[in-house]
């Protein structure tokens, strides 16, 4: 029976023994965003720096050996100051590192153990320079639990993430576990469904436990379409194995044995991580026939997404599995009871599954003390927008805006990105599906149900922190723009609706709207909010509801006085000259097509507001910059 | 030559999906790669072989936005308007690169099909924004006149290999 | 769950076999408005009009709801009545504005569902992307200007017929219900049988209208223009003029036609007795010598297409009779022109039909002589229905009329033949009687009556055991197909209509979506046939008549001139070749079959060894090479072609010699050109 472990056990120990002789470690970081700053020139930069000065390069641990061991890590999450590089044992954490720094990284710190002091992360605030990752605010005033192996360890090799714990609790929920006491053990971790609903996950995998059919699927979801969220890509990117082992055991909970991988085909990286994780893990016999010596079998499937953000619905990604169109179709029933054709079938999401070895880890208690009493855990958050630091970052549910944007975002800024104290306006949470927080809920603690109340949802997991010069009506019509050309087209009230909404917000963008128009735009997105036939044209109409709620005067203002209060909307700016610029040289008046600008020659020259279509050519022609709109 | 062996190619990859109706999307996906887009013939063949209507294959691949039915630049631009991107300024880069190739409205290629502009929704590269990706190197932290240079530098590596081709 | 109730609008009302909310709030005699629900399809939740409050889970389509006893339900909150009217809303605000000009103009759901909820004005600005509509198909039209999006034709063309000629294409606002790459529809594996159009809510899908051409031949003055009439038109045109369905109208249908200004009025149920009597010789025939059982029934255009397309190797099955349609087009034109003193191509044929293949069919290059169109119009029972309004004619009223002789006569036999099952019936009153030599009193063979879309009898006729299939709805054809071709069934005659429930069901009758209708009109044409005089096609005294002075026997040459016709195996979808190789400008033309049948004898691999072979003997510059996907040889795969030459059951020695034979000839060809 604990072949198995002495199976696993022995890969942990070899890593491990092999590992011992390197003297150093350097981790770069290897996730899309310090890729595409050149990490991989770092890498190779590391490798040959090495070479040069003697030193042995060991980039796979073979067998034990002295040298520095040079690994590619995945997404450490504060992409805009890689690439990243970290040495260990110290910890030195270098930022923004260019190939041309690698010499002298491997001079200084592996070989004398010294910093370089100039790629030191400083505190921008307090120019408080930090050496490690955990002196600086951003990773300091996280919660990293589920992310905790994204970027410590390479998500390329399968034994060092046996050697860290990996795939033991998969073995004791085959060995040690039934599926019904697993199924207990999630509901009683309280764990609810990271990809936007929040169903409670042990609920969804008992009624699919229950089903007496024979075959039986767990799908992953990684189609992650919201645009500015990538909490899934991280974890694909940076522990591949961790969702395969969520995977295995969500199978044995339900007992099926056949799986599949659903990833945005936008993630190039992931898909091939993905892909090397799952043939290591038939390799090693941690998939496919005889799970652990039992009779289970599992086998598990990648299938690249083809571009359709609708797919991240769970009977969409179905259909799209079973080479269909990837609409959505009426539930009941429910996947768990009829899902993949016709079987039951259990879809979580990626960050979901990564949390379920971590449960039997801790336990239903300890995976408890994160987080509140119904929305235990953490959750991960990509956090954007006019912030000091954005990325990929992770908090306990509870925590507040507060806590995120002052904390570990580092407070607001400018649109050109200088810091500001009091810029702070509102912030989009849950990407197009989600809603609008204002300043009065900088102090809600964040969890499921309480972004309910307050017509948000946790959804995807985007946080847009946006500043004062934001206009609301855009930052609405942006996101309508998006669930608009993503609908499926299935439903009427989805597909027309949206499409309606988005005339009546360019409607109101554009200076052609009533007080009428606020109102017919309020019916319909209730219409289509309560009508519509799938999450996606469920929740599509919350960021323009949201928005309506908490800035209507900004509403009013753009139908009303056909004025934008942030000046963000073209159409509704009335352009000035500034006669103390103009210097008459009629160009303006030359090229404005439609005749608005006069004056005499070597005079200021005035636009007629009536006449100006705004194109805004007067404003790229002037070469005094005179041409000012408000 | 060539079109034989994509055609045998495009006949390996429905026998290396069973001839599965159900593996549709991976192999219309594994055809574009060949093919670069998806000519019409071959999803007919596709179809054929599949033991599915036409219809069906044209309703698939017409629903997801990263197949095409047009063949498409060698370039391919796609110029990531992710909710990041679009806050710092991505139709602004959009509009650089058509206005640097030329393209009147409803084009989105240049005649010589050297380039293909699109959008894109989320590339996950959202620390780096805006980013645009041409083929499969993704840019980050772009500006008007960086896609401008970009633009520049394929032209100049192209016109090179052509004057290479013809030298030698 | 039976037993228990439900509460709809404070009424109990008792849960039976109902699946969902929708049937139960029917039963409780609420009209749910809805486009997308259709008891015969899946279930779609697309249209969302069905939605209702149900206490405790708020609004719920009810279409995909089930019930659960005590279930609280309303159909009509404040709430439900506001999401209605924006529904309807979005809907016109995405739809031509073409009412009065449309041909459901009045029978269109959208339209009625506006005036039901009072819409008087849309708020909505009209953002209806103009497409121009297609009416390339002789059948169909398709108006994508006036589609709704409920994909009820994609699920009844794929689901119900198993073609798949339509599905969805593009996403979002821009998704469009059309046959594969935009194509006409004339250009794909459209059937032809309208079942889209049936069940179409708007004028998206209607048939072709062709009245304008019949009214002009019947105001010229120089034409005769003669009617023939189908079987299930009797007991459905009523329902256009507020007679209940299955009504049988035959003597006001004279009477109207007479009022048109149509000369001749005939039955179309006298050359379906006549087909009854080709038919079934060809089936003793077939049968006692074993040759091409199952015989299949060829009076369906749209299943003759169907098989034509999708099972070449069943072609020769089909009985080689002509459809009653077409057999009373070449009697029709052969014999009046004597009787009438009039010219052939003066002749004009119109049929009065319950079908749109029937359009189709009339106009195969097979039904035609000296250029002279056998059937010249076929109208649908509907466009009938519009002309005697057109006309002004109130045809309740009407004092019933009769037929014109002789080929308005007919026994119960031709009368059934609009029932799915007829045919079959029809044949076996005459091969009971032929094989025994008696005379029964009796004739009704109910074993091959019923509703299922596929039924089975066994039957003992002198001695010789008969197993019957009778098929309606090409999906249930299809699987019937399968069956025989792997062996597992095994039939002697096999009856198919492509409409589910035979021709008083087809798409050419008056709109009709309740099951019971069909029913109505199915039970209609037997009551006919019970009041008829005569119920076998043998005892029509103007058959005998008619193989007494022109057709000879059953069977005969002259039968076979008039009353029979051949197949062709058909591509599924044209111009759609794939070009492997080219060569230089004047080079050889090779094209190897991809089609179904010849991909599955081997073509891939006669392909590569071409290919090798040209390789190999430097010949790429002297041949083009093509993936073809039909030659409609597909009984003898693979097939290819070289040069003009085609050779079937092809291996890759044959193609070596036809491309050395067929190099030599070109090249002689180009060197005498130069």
Redesign the interface.
């Known amino acids: 029976m604990n072949l198995m472990l002495t199976g696993l056990n022995k890969i942990s120990q070899d890593f491990l023994g092999r590992s011992t002789a390197a003297t150093r470690r350097i981790l770069v970081c290897a996730g899309?965003?310090c890729?595409?700053?050149g990490s991989l020139k770092v890498y190779e930069g590391f490798v040959q720096a090495l070479k040069n000065s003697g030193l042995n390069a060991i980039v796979e641990l073979k067998k034990e050996e002295e040298g520095v061991f040079v690994s590619r890590t995945g997404c450490q999450g504060?992409?805009?100051i890689?690439p990243l590089v970290t040495i260990l044992p110290e910890g030195i954490f270098y930022t923004k590192v260019k190939p041309a720094d690698v010499a002298e990284i491997v001079e200084t710190t592996v070989k004398k153990g010294d910093v370089v002091e100039r790629l030191l992360y400083v505190e921008p605030d307090t120019q408080k320079v930090c050496r490690t990752k955990d002196e600086i605010p951003f990773y300091q005033k996280q919660h990293r639990f589920v992310l905790s192996n994204c970027g410590t360890i390479d998500p390329e090799d399968i034994n060092e993430y046996i050697a860290s714990g990996g795939y033991k609790q998969a073995m004791k929920a085959y060995l040690e576990m039934n599926p019904e006491e697993l199924c207990e053990l999630i509901f009683a971790s309280g764990l609810r469904g990271r990809g936007g609903g929040g169903f409670p996950t042990g609920r969804k995998w008992d009624v699919a436990r229950r089903e007496t059919n024979v075959k039986k699927y767990v799908i992953c979801n990684g189609d992650?379409?919201?645009?500015?969220?990538?909490m899934d890509?991280g974890i694909m990117e940076g522990n591949p194995h961790s969702v395969i082992e969520g995977m295995t055991i969500a199978a044995r909970a339900i007992e099926a044995d056949e799986g599949f991988i659903y990833v945005r085909?936008?993630?190039?990286l992931a898909v091939k991580r993905l892909r090397k994780a799952i043939d290591d893990a038939y390799r090693v016999g941690l998939l496919g026939k005889n799970l652990f010596g039992s009779e289970d079998s599992f086998n598990l499937t990648i299938?690249?997404?083809?571009?359709?953000?609708v797919c991240g619905e769970e009977t969409a990604l179905i259909a799209?599995?079973?080479?269909?169109?990837?609409?959505p179709?009426?539930?009941?029933p429910f996947p768990s009871i009829s899902g993949l054709w016709g079987k039951p079938t259990i879809i979580n999401n990626v960050e979901t599954l990564s949390q379920i070895p971590l449960i039997l880890t801790v336990g239903a208690d300890g995976y408890r003390k994160r987080g509140t009493k119904d929305s235990p855990g953490t959750k991960t958050f990509?956090l954007?927008?006019?912030v000091a630091n954005?990325?990929?970052i992770e908090m306990p549910f509870g925590a507040t805006l507060r806590e995120i944007i002052y904390g570990v975002a580092g407070g607001m800024t400018s649109d050109t990105g200088k810091a500001v104290s009091d810029g702070f306006k509102a912030v989009?949470i849950g990407?197009p599906s989600g809603g609008c927080l204002t300043r009065d809920h900088l102090d809600l603690p964040i969890d499921f149900d309480s972004l309910k109340t307050v017509g948000a949802m946790v959804g995807s997991g985007?946080l847009?922190v946006?500043n004062k010069s934001t206009c609301m009506v855009s930052v609405a019509r942006?996101f309508m723009q998006?669930t608009?050309?993503?609908?499926?087209?299935?439903?009427?009230?989805c597909?027309?609706?949206?499409?309606?909404m988005l005339?009546l917000l360019d409607d109101i963008i554009e200076g052609r709207a009533t007080m009428e128009t606020l109102d017919?735009l309020e019916?319909?997105a209730a219409?289509v909010q309560?009508?519509?036939?799938c999450g996606l044209g469920k929740t599509a109409p919350n960021p323009v509801l949201s928005t309506m709620k908490h800035f209507h005067d900004e509403y009013v203002a753009h139908v009303r006085d056909k004025h934008c209060p942030t000046g963000k909307c073209k159409a509704l700016m009335r352009l000035t000259i500034d006669e103390d610029l103009c210097k008459g040289c009629t160009l303006c008046a030359v090229k404005c097509p439609v005749g608005a600008i006069s004056g005499e020659k070597g005079k200021p020259h005035h636009i007629d507001n009536n006449i100006c279509r705004k194109c805004y050519i007067c404003v790229e022609a002037c070469k005094f910059k005179a041409i000012k709109g408000d | 030559m060539e079109t034989i062996r994509k055609f045998e190619r495009v006949c390996e990859i429905i026998d290396h999906n069973q001839r599965n109706a159900a593996r549709l999307i991976p192999i219309l996906q594994a055809v574009q790669a060949e093919y670069r887009y998806l000519p019409e013939e071959i999803l007919t063949f596709v179809a054929t072989s599949l033991g599915i209507s036409p219809a069906r294959v044209f309703g698939v691949a017409t629903f997801y936005s990263l197949f095409t039915l047009k063949p498409k630049g060698k370039y391919l631009i796609r110029v990531c308007n992710g909710t990041a991107c679009h806050v710092k300024g991505s139709m602004g880069l959009y509009g650089a690169i058509v206005k640097k190739l030329g393209l009147r409205d409803g084009e989105d290629s240049t005649p010589d099909m050297l380039f293909t502009v699109e959008t894109v929704n989320c590339l996950g590269a959202c620390g780096l924004s805006p980013a645009m990706v041409v083929n499969d190197e993704v840019y980050g932290q772009l500006t008007p006149q960086r896609v401008s240079d970009i633009v520049d530098e394929i032209v100049l590596k192209e016109a090179q290999n052509e004057s290479d081709a013809h030298g030698a | 769950m039976n037993g228990t109730v439900i509460f709809i609008d404070n009424k109990e009302i008792p849960i039976e076999n109902e699946q969902n909310l929708l049937e139960l709030i029917r039963k409780a005699g609420v009209d749910l408005p809805t486009f997308c629900y259709h008891s015969e399809l899946s279930i779609y939740g697309a249209c969302r009009l069905c939605m209702v409050q149900v206490e405790g889970m708020g609004l719920v389509p009810a279409c995909s709801t089930p019930p659960t006893p005590e279930m609280k339900v309303s159909t009509n909150t404040e709430e439900i009545r506001k999401m209605r009217k924006i529904i309807v809303e979005l809907l016109l605000a995405n739809h031509s504005q073409n009412c009065p000009t449309c041909q459901k103009n009045t029978t269109c759901q959208l339209q009625a569902l506006a005036k039901r909820f009072g819409i008087t004005k849309v708020r909505f600005k009209n953002q209806l992307r103009e497409m121009p509509p297609d009416e390339s198909s002789p059948s169909l039209v398709r108006d994508p200007n006036k589609c709704v999006l409920c994909g009820d034709c994609v699920r009844i063309c794929s689901e119900v017929q198993s073609v798949g000629a339509i599905d969805f294409a593009y996403r979002g606002a821009q998704t469009v219900v059309i046959p594969s790459f935009g194509k006409a529809l004339d250009q794909v594996e459209c059937v032809n049988c309208g079942q889209c159009a049936r069940i179409c809510p708007t004028g998206a899908l209607t048939p072709k209208s062709e009245v304008d051409e019949v009214w002009k031949d019947i105001h010229n003055p120089s034409k005769v223009v003669v009617a023939q009439v189908a079987p299930a038109v009797r007991v459905a045109i009523g329902e256009m003029f507020g007679l209940p369905s299955g009504t049988t109208t035959t003597g006001q249908i004279a009477a109207a036609l007479r009022a048109i200004g149509f000369d001749k009025i005939y039955d179309t149920s006298f050359t379906a007795d006549l087909t009854v009597l080709e038919e079934s010789g060809e089936f003793i025939k077939r049968v006692t010598t074993g040759d091409r059982i199952p015989q299949f029934t060829s009076c369906c255009p749209a299943w003759v297409k169907f098989v034509e397309q999708y099972y070449p190797e069943f072609v020769n099955h089909l009985s080689s009779c002509r459809s009653p349609q077409q057999m009373f087009g070449a009697l029709a034109k052969e014999m009046l022109s004597s009787e009438l003193n009039v010219k052939p191509e003066d002749i004009v044929v119109v049929s009065i039909m319950p079908c749109t293949a029937k359009k189709f069919e009339a106009k195969r290059p097979e039904f035609e002589r000296d250029g002279v169109r056998d059937v010249d119009h076929v109208l649908t029972t509907q466009e009938f229905g519009r002309m005697i309004e057109e006309a002004g004619l109130h045809f309740k009223e009407l004092g019933p009329e009769s037929f014109h002789m002789p080929f308005g006569f007919k026994t119960g036999a031709g009368v059934i033949f609009g029932n799915s099952g007829g045919v079959s019936e029809a044949v076996l009153r005459y091969v009971s009687e032929k094989l025994t030599g008696q005379k029964h009193e009796s004739y009704e063979f109910t074993s091959v009556r019923g509703e299922n879309g596929i039924r089975e009898a066994k039957l003992s006729v002198a001695g010789n055991e008969f197993t019957l299939a009778v098929v309606s709805g090409l999906g249930n054809a299809r699987r019937a197909l399968d069956r025989i071709r792997s062996g597992e069934a095994h039939y002697d005659f096999v009856e198919v209509m492509a409409c589910p429930g035979g021709c008083v069901g087809g798409a050419g009758q008056p709109v009709f979506s309740d099951p019971l209708v069909r029913r109505q009109r199915t039970k209609g044409l037997y009551e006919n046939d019970r009041m008829l005089e005569l119920h076998k096609s043998q005892d029509n005294p103007y058959i005998a008549e008619l193989y007494g002075t022109v057709l000879g026997e059953v069977g005969s040459h002259k039968a076979h001139e008039l009353l029979h016709t051949s197949y062709r195996t058909r591509k599924r979808i044209l111009d759609e070749d794939v070009s492997i190789s080219s060569g230089d400008e004047k080079s050889l033309d090779i094209s190897v079959c991809f089609g179904t049948s010849c991909f599955l004898k081997g073509s891939q691999k006669l392909l590569h060894d071409i290919l090798g072979h040209i390789r190999s003997k430097g010949l790429n510059a002297r041949v083009n090479v093509n993936a073809s996907f039909c030659f409609e040889k597909c009984d003898k795969g693979p097939t290819i072609k070289v040069g003009s030459r085609t050779i079937e059951g092809c291996t890759i020695e044959k193609a070596i010699e036809a491309i050395k034979r067929e190099g030599v000839a070109l090249a002689e060809e180009v060197r005498q050109n130069v």
């Open positions: 899309t965003g890729l595409v700053n504060f992409c805009q890689g992650e379409g919201d645009p500015g969220a990538f890509m085909a936008e993630y190039p299938m690249e997404g083809a571009g359709a953000f799209s599995i079973e080479g269909k169109r990837g609409m179709s009426p539930k009941p990509a954007t927008g006019h954005s990325g990929l989009q990407g985007g847009v946006m942006f998006f608009q050309h993503e609908s499926c087209g299935k439903c009427v009230l597909r027309e609706g949206t499409k309606q005339a017919l019916d319909l219409a309560k009508g519509s036939l």
